[in-house]
């Protein structure tokens, strides 16, 4: 397998060798795809875990810092904003928004016009920190990828993205339907 160490064994390869063994009349080939993302993105969030928390960050925290960041000036959203922005759960918001008010890295303001409206906005901390911990997860994120060419990174990309919608479009199939 490329980028394998030697000695290491393809672990997808051996289970799919396994069941042909065990079960010869099962098609296995989704496996040959669903298995690797999965074991590539644990070996991926691993890394970024990793990456982050050394800033004293959780990653649900850095999600909420990115969204506020590419929000523009003045960096501030709403909780449903946040949670609308599709990283940040509903449920959870208020524990990472208290967890980074505390850090110092955002604050909570109401609107002048409705006093309803709470907004979390960036401070110059949390700036300063989201633009630096997002420009070392871009480097991780290039390492990560740099056994691939920038045309084979485009390919990638497309085809995760018709897997997605691959994924999406099954919800509509009945479980155990004929393919």
Known sequence: MAGSRPGDRDAVAKVIEDWARERPELDTSPLEVLARLHRSFLRYS????TSIERHGLS??????????????????LTAGQLADSGL???AGVTLRIDR???????VRERDADDRRVVYSRLTDKGLTTVDTVFAEHLDNERRMLGGLSPSERRQLAR??????????????????AAQ
């Open 46 to 49: 691993t890394r970024l875990t």
């Open 59 to 76: 990653v649900a925290g850095f999600d909420v810092l990115t969204a506020l960041r590419r929000s523009g000036k003045p960096f501030r």
């Open 88 to 90: 940040v759960s509903s």
């Open 100 to 106: 980074l008010e505390k850090d110092g890295l955002i």
């Open 159 to 176: 085809l995760l993205r018709r897997l997605e919608d691959s994924i999406l479009e099954s919800d509509e199939e009945p479980p155990g």
